[in-house]
């Protein structure tokens, strides 16, 4: 049985991959951070308690910033795949918080990969890397597109991304890149714009919300749905060689297009809902970002099925039933 270890288990992805990896027969530990709250939502579907037979989900407290709990993980799991998911991923908010996005973004994945090599542990290790490194650069973008980062999240990543690069040429170690592109599910953070538009579409539905602030529509992306792009992670762990690779739909659409679908997924006006608010600008802009995936179409035979219209549906439609559920006390 293949043993993995996902860093950020409890986020969107890292609740997604753990299912896949858990039909697939492995073995999965995923860290998360201590908090005195509950925040393994995402992950209590697949949860079972320590003392229960056959058990083969098992989460450990760790942090990206704590080198000794990841290097002791690694040495006593001795994991046959690593999958570095955790990061502080809000872009807007890495400008308020610059210092911590590059500890635990940038900094988190070099831990990673300097443990793996201190502790001789033989793992592949996948590096989630992000579109938002090539920044200003003009789409489309592919492997070998220029990167031009415009916040600390990007940069961080970007770090990271490199490190991973260089770890993979100066040791030999398989280290493998995903430079994902947007990819958004109902298990999207609610401070994520996708996640909040849905949820202000149906809360103004259900006339729990008047209004809905948003930043700048006019921003392009290339959105995909999160639960599709796991298999394409563990795909590059796969293969006969570490590589990098961009994953994403192709397709761009703007902010506006997705607030304009949601709404009118539902019969409703969004000019009568939605505002702007200055304060969601970032200081240095992304305006465009669409992926060239066809080294991934190619050499991982990874391709999305979900589109942009069903993916904002889908999106929608949990958040109405969620508040459905809400109010007829089964949540």
Not at 9 to 32: N, P, R
Not at 308 to 317: A, G, P, T
Request: proline share 3%; charged share 25%.
């Amino acid at each position: 049985m293949k043993k993995a270890l996902i860093t950020g288990v409890t986020g969107q992805d890292g609740s997604y991959l753990a299912e896949f990896l858990l039909h697939k027969g492995y073995e999965v530990h995923g860290i998360k951070r201590r908090s005195s709250s509950f925040n393994t939502g995402r992950v209590d579907g697949i949860y079972t308690d320590l003392h229960e037979h056959n058990k083969r989900f098992f989460l450990h407290f760790g942090d990206l910033s704590d080198t000794s709990s990841l290097w002791t993980m690694l040495y006593d799991i001795r994991p046959d795949e690593v999958y570095n998911l955790a990061a502080q991923s809000h872009v807007r908010v890495s400008f308020d918080i610059p210092e911590s996005t590059g500890d635990i973004t940038g900094m988190g994945a070099l831990r990673l990969l300097e443990g793996l090599r201190k502790t001789g542990v033989k793992a592949r290790f996948y590096q989630a890397s992000s579109s938002e490194m090539f920044g200003s650069t003009p789409p489309p973008q592919s492997e070998s597109t220029l990167f031009h980062p415009r916040s600390p999240y990007a940069c961080a990543k970007l770090f990271a991304h490199n490190c991973t690069v260089n770890y993979r040429e100066g040791y030999g170690m398989f280290a493998a890149s995903g430079i994902l592109f947007n990819h958004e599910s109902p298990r999207r953070g609610e401070t994520f714009v996708t996640r909040k538009i849905a949820r202000a579409v149906a809360m103004v539905k259900n006339n729990l919300q008047d209004k809905l602030y948003l930043g700048n529509l006019d921003a392009t992306r290339d959105w995909g749905y999160a639960k599709e792009y796991v298999e394409a992670m563990w795909l590059m762990l796969q293969q006969e060689s570490p590589d990098d690779f961009v994953i994403g739909t192709g397709e761009t659409y703007s902010v506006r297009q997705f607030v304009e679908e949601s709404f009118g997924h539902v019969n409703l006006e969004w000019k009568k809902y939605v505002d702007f608010d200055a304060r969601y600008n970032r200081p240095a802009e992304v305006d465009a970002l669409r992926a060239d995936p066809s080294k991934a179409r190619k050499q991982l035979g990874w391709q999305h099925q979900v589109g942009f219209k069903e993916l904002v549906q889908l999106m929608v439609d949990a958040e109405l039933d969620a508040i459905e559920k809400q109010r007829s006390g089964l949540l």
